[in-house]
């Protein structure tokens, strides 16, 4: 507990603290101004460092760039690896965990340990670990190095405890699974191949003992030979030699055939009786040619042959194999059952499938009940007890990049009645068609923990699609998906005009969300300079959306033209700013511009029937002007209790009432000032030859995302700082923040490439009349702050070193302020109730604008309280002349009260306003307001103010405007987001950096309580999609496809081991089938041998220790320091200090012993060297 008493009256909006005090990530504390006043705030603040610590809790959607797969038959587990070192491990809903290996190394096979809790991978750094399920988070027991081969494939029989490698070399070794160390016995490649042979057989592709003897081992080498090794006699039972590579081998489950598959498209059947040539050679997919020829057919990656009791006839499941002539066909899987071929087409290419049987032994009738499907961008589970093979309902959320994902939302501690109305509404669209099997992998154990509170995710995808999840108890469950794009019609076929030419792939892009949950209203921002809003109800409706289009475009006068190849501007008038001309009405269009005032999207003007759920009420769009787009919205925000809606760009800001259909506000951020602008604005000329707009239009948001057929580059708009102190307010505007090198590429928020050789002038958002296209430049520059990040694309003229030099230059700082912009973007924008005047002694609405350049504007608003007079008569809105100033683009408010509490926004009470009438009890609006304080004294005292930019953090007191304490955030890198969260029963500032830092300030007095570089900013997809919520929790976009929770709560850190799922469950292993003494006298049965008499350090000696490094893990360490948290911590942690300490020792002991064996080695080959020459004369050396 520390009490702050901090001084009120006389304080004044200028800070004593030095802007450039600090220049670490943040300064040690939040910096009071002082005064003299007999009255005192006294707030307590509860929060200290030790309520924060960052941990990851889980992650959500489909693994990107998928490449191995296995199953656990016992445990009913799967494991799925990534080409960036990730492990996923799946069971029943609730059970998914994912682990990482250090090294990042892609993932090439899994191998389980069956029914044993544990998992082996094989790594693209030759490098094999050993991982323990048995603990809710996996962890490394042991690893292998390979130095001298690489491992191409791995096999490890059940119930054993030796595992095969195969190299790329055509070696064979073994691996002891207990003790992680390689065995002496090696089956080298060119004693399995004949000493006839003159060439290498290529990199081992498939190791498998046979089911009939398991003294028998079937190395299959990619240029097509396969050779029987038998481990007893260390020889080569036989050896096929043939024309095709092989790919993979299946064994049938009696031991005496296998199938390969070819690089041909073929399918060879071979029978152990007579190896010299294939009993039975097919092309599934191969037709024959006039010329009796097969035609060619692509390379079968994977065969599995399978055997069922039900039927005699065998399943052969493939994938591949289709003819080259087909082009265009999707992927297929292939299911041959019989003379029964069925051909399943994929959306995705296969990376990998397996078949799941009841049985874990391989030498009984397999039984196949499914088949998993691994694709690039998807997992499907085929049901293969149905003759139409339907697919499972997959329980895990991987649908989350259905659409690429372009922005997110995180709500916690939502309205307890809201996750089941979404469920229920979302539940009749959902598709048909399912098995209605039961999910098979039923593995672990998982059960709510007391911690759970409502949570919902809500994700705006390319398409213009929003997909709502319930994030409940770490878990993620599709609720209900809303198509923004139904509210516009469909672009005809050859319409032409510049409406059309924004059409491009994705002309729906959803940008921003804002949601009331206590209201239920719904808005969304797209990429085509549009906002939506939509009101929930649980009945369906005919309506027809309202239509409203706004022109704000408000460029400034210019004084001057210089000549064309100039960019410098012109000073403006110096008795005040250059006059602005008064923004037309939004619906009215001036005859110069009826070819301009255009949208991007048309709305849908009929009667349209709306299914329950979230329903369009009012669409606002911006116009084109001057032949120009409209520029991107860049902030939004509505409040239900006001019926209003806000948002702005880079030319002003419009406040729309939505109940009554009007737009009451539509000015430019300069307009808003009045006589209060704070600084003397400078002016740009006009292009005076107008390039074509026709070459360029808004780009979508899914090009974000493509590796392949575009390029995409990212940048930070952002401005620059603004200084506390004016008289240096000119040469701090022309400074830039620090480049933070990623990856050897700039992200510096304020830096905007210039290609050609002409000079640019360095500002931060670049308005359409003010941006000076070269012929390198991209043709569209969309003006956005490092609170809403933008996607650009580079026109196909720029070279490839242009475009690295997008990321690679940085701003030069010692440019004067003419050369700026003088456009000003509104960043952020807030209804509360608040004071709009220092002499105001009560709170009214107001909406808070954040600009670009740091400055804070207060716009009061008179709403009638009368709900008839609410519909009918106008709102008054009345800019003021109060403006505060912070460094760096305003980035986030917030708002507590005397007592340090947060203040919510007022709301309305949700009501179905298409249910039907009830004459006893009419529809009213019905407002909840929260007030800062019950009594009037208190009211009278005011409200506190937070204020976070990208630089600075501020703490005003209202309505004085007195600001109370300051805090630099960074002054090397800018904040990319910030959030005011409530966490641990207070309230806090949290706040991630652009530099990867996530830092957390106590309210008001701006202390630091957090700073940890968690997250280096890699990819801009991070930035864009962070955000944070109340009961600390955060959440990111990963990769394309996967969202990553994170906490910074230490109490949910130590609950968080009771919220993950069990990965392993003691299940005893289902006993072999006895097969009867006429199948075991005439060989039947398996032959079982001792494979530790044969393996052993005694009888196969020690390997090369060259060969392979022992690399011990941590795994039962890190178990443990898992396990600690909960109740018995301190116990626990006791308890690791002495295992650690034990372990310590231990390895002294092995060290000592190593050094030991080594002297004693030496001191041998020394004997040995001594004997050898005791006899030599001295000339025969």
């Known amino acids: 507990m520390k009490k702050f008493r901090k001084v009120l009256d006389g304080l004044t909006t200028s800070s004593p603290v030095n802007p450039s005090g600090s220049s670490s990530c943040g300064s040690a504390a939040g910096t009071p101004s002082a005064a003299q006043t007999p009255r005192e705030l006294e707030i307590q603040e509860t929060l200290m460092s030790e309520h924060f610590q960052i941990c990851k809790t889980v992650r959500h959607g489909f693994t990107y760039q998928p490449t191995a797969l296995a199953f656990d038959p016992v445990q009913k587990i799967l494991a799925i690896g990534s080409r960036s070192g990730g492990v996923r491990l799946l069971g029943r809903p609730g059970v998914d965990c994912y682990c990482l290996h250090e090294s990042g190394a892609a993932v090439l096979q899994l191998q389980f340990l069956i029914n044993e809790g544990a998992l082996v991978t094989a790594c693209a750094d030759d490098t094999l670990h050993l991982w323990n399920l048995r603990q809710r988070r996996p962890a490394v027991l042991h690893s292998l190095k390979f130095n001298r081969e690489r491992i191409t494939f791995c096999h490890l029989p059940f119930q054993s405890k030796w595992l095969y490698v195969g190299t790329e070399r055509g070696n064979t070794h073994i691996v002891n699974i207990e003790s992680f160390v390689l065995s002496g016995y090696v089956i080298m490649w060119n004693k399995a191949i004949e000493l006839s042979t003159k060439t290498h057989p290529g990199p081992v592709v498939h190791l498998s003992d046979s089911p009939k003897d398991e003294g028998k081992l079937l190395i299959g080498f990619e240029s097509g030979t396969i050779v029987m090794w038998d481990l007893r006699a260390k020889r080569a039972d036989f050896r096929i030699y043939y024309d095709e590579a092989i790919h993979s081998v299946s064994w049938h489950h009696d031991g005496r055939q296998f199938m390969c598959s070819h690089s041909d498209g073929s399918l060879s059947m071979w029978n152990l009786r007579n190896t010299a040539k294939p009993f039975q050679v097919t092309f599934p997919h191969g037709k024959t040619q006039r010329d009796g020829r097969k035609e060619s057919c692509k390379p079968i990656l994977k065969v599995e042959y399978k055997t069922s009791r039900n039927s005699s006839e065998a399943f052969v499941i493939f994938s591949g194999g289709l003819s080259y002539d087909k082009a265009g066909r999707r992927p297929t899987l292939t299911i041959m059952h019989g003379k029964a071929i069925t051909v399943l087409e994929m959306d995705y290419p296969i990376v990998d499938f397996m078949v799941l049987c009841d049985t874990p032994y391989l030498n009984e009738i397999q039984e196949p009940y499914a088949v998993v499907v691994l694709l690039e961008k998807d997992f499907v589970v085929v049901d293969l007890t149905q003759s139409n093979f339907p697919i499972f309902e997959n329980p895990y959320p991987m649908d989350i990049h259905e659409s690429p ?11 307890p009645d809201i996750i089941p109305i979404l469920y229920s509404i979302g539940a009749k669209h959902k598709k048909t068609g399912y098995s209605h099997k039961e999910w098979p992998l039923s593995g672990g154990t998982w059960t709510v923990g007391s911690q759970a509170y409502p949570e919902i995710i809500i994700t705006g995808h390319a398409d213009g699609s929003i997909k709502f999840w319930d994030a409940t108890a770490i878990t993620l469950q599709m609720l209900y998906k809303l198509k923004t794009s139904k509210v516009f019609e469909k672009p005809k076929t050859g319409e032409v005009g510049r409406g059309a030419e924004l059409v491009e792939d994705d002309p729906f892009a959803i940008q921003m969300i804002s949601w009331c949950p206590q209201s239920r209203i719904f808005c969304v921002v797209g990429i085509s300079a549009h906002v939506i809003l939509y009101r929930f109800s649980k009945h369906d409706a005919s309506t027809t959306i309202t239509s409203l289009e706004v022109r704000l475009q408000c460029d400034m006068e210019d004084i001057i033209s210089p000549s064309d190849t100039e960019n410098t501007p012109c000073f403006s008038d110096p008795s005040g700013h250059s006059p602005q001309p008064q923004p037309p009405s939004p619906r009215s269009i001036t005859p110069d511009s009826v070819r301009d005032s255009i949208h991007c999207l048309k709305v849908k003007d009929r009667m349209i029937r709306m299914p329950p759920g979230y329903q369009a009420e009012l669409v606002v769009q911006l116009l084109w002007v001057d032949g120009e787009p409209p520029q991107q919205i860049t902030c939004m925000d509505l409040n239900s209790a006001y019926g209003l809606l806000a948002f702005g760009n880079c030319n002003g ?33 006009p292009r005076k030859n107008r390039q074509s707009t026709s070459d360029f239009c808004m780009r979508g948001l899914s090009s974000f995302y493509s590796d392949s057929k575009k390029r995409t580059r990212t940048s930070y708009q952002s401005l620059t700082e603004l200084s506390d102190n004016q008289v240096s307010l000119d040469l701090e505007r022309s400074k830039s923040p620090t480049s933070d090198h990623v990856n050897g590429h700039c992200t510096s928020p304020t830096y905007q490439p210039c290609p050609s050789g002409r000079g640019r002038v360095p500002g931060g958002l670049e308005g359409p009349r003010l941006a000076r296209r070269g012929p390198g430049r991209p043709p569209f520059r969309k003006a956005q702050s490092a609170a809403c990040m933008e996607v650009s694309l580079p026109v196909s003229s720029l070279t490839e070193e242009s475009r690295e030099n997008s990321f690679s230059r940085s701003r030069s700082s010692s440019v004067s302020s003419i050369d700026r912009e003088t456009k000003e973007a509104v960043t952020t924008l807030q209804f509360a109730e608040s004071y709009g005047r220092k002499s105001d002694t009560l709170p009214t609405p107001c909406l808070w604008v954040g600009t670009s350049l740091g400055l ?22 009345a800019p003021t002349a109060t403006v505060l100033m912070l460094k760096g683009s305003v980035l986030r408010f917030g708002f507590l009260d005397c007592g340090g509490a947060l203040i919510l926004n007022p709301y309305e009470v949700w009501r179905d306003q298409h249910a039907p009438e009830d004459p006893d009890r009419p529809r009213k609006r019905k407002l909840f307001n929260f007030s800062p304080s019950s009594s009037q004294e208190a009211i009278g005292d005011g409200h506190l103010a937070v204020v976070c930019s990208e630089r600075q953090a501020k703490v ?11 805090h630099n955030i960074t002054e090397s890198s800018f904040v990319l987001r910030a959030d005011v969260v409530s966490v641990c029963n207070s309230v806090c500032l949290a706040i991630f950096c652009a530099n990867g830092h996530i830092m957390t300030l106590s309210l008001p007095s701006l202390r630091p309580l957090l700073d940890v570089n968690y997250l280096p900013l890699t990819d801009m997809r991070i930035a864009r999609t962070f955000c944070f919520t109340n009961g600390g929790q955060a959440l990111y976009l990963c990769s394309p496809t996967e969202i990553q929770r994170i906490t910074y709560s230490q109490e949910m850190c130590d609950n968080l081991q009771e919220m993950l799922g069990e990965l392993f469950t003691p299940i005893e292993t289902p006993e072999a089938q006895n097969r009867g003494f006429l199948k075991g006298f005439f060989g039947g049965n398996a032959q079982t041998f001792d494979r530790e008499e044969l393996f052993g350090e005694a009888a196969a000696g020690k390997a090369s220790r060259s060969l392979a490094q022992h690399i011990p893990g941590q795994g039962g360490m890190e178990g443990m320091k898992a396990a600690a948290g909960g109740v018995v911590g301190e116990l626990a942690r006791a308890r690791i200090a002495l295992d650690e300490r034990g372990q310590r020792l231990g390895e002294l002991e092995e060290r000592t012993a190593l050094m030991m064996t080594s002297a004693e080695t030496f001191s041998k080959h020394a004997h040995e060297l001594m004997l050898k020459c005791k006899d030599k004369k001295w000339y025969q050396f």
């Open 405 to 415: 994902v372009t922005c997110t939302a995180y709500f916690a501690d939502c309205p």
């Open 956 to 966: 005003f007191l209202m309505p004085s405007q007195a600001c109370l304490y300051v």
């Open 856 to 877: 804070v504007l207060i716009i009061p608003m008179s709403i009638p309280t009368d709900e008839q007079e609410r519909q009918e008569d106008p709102i008054t809105v």
């Open 653 to 685: 800001v419009a406040v729309v009432d939505y109940l009554q259909k009007t737009v009451l506000l539509c000015m430019s951020t300069l307009e808003l000032y009045g006589s209060a602008d704070p600084f003397q604005r400078l002016t740009r000329s």
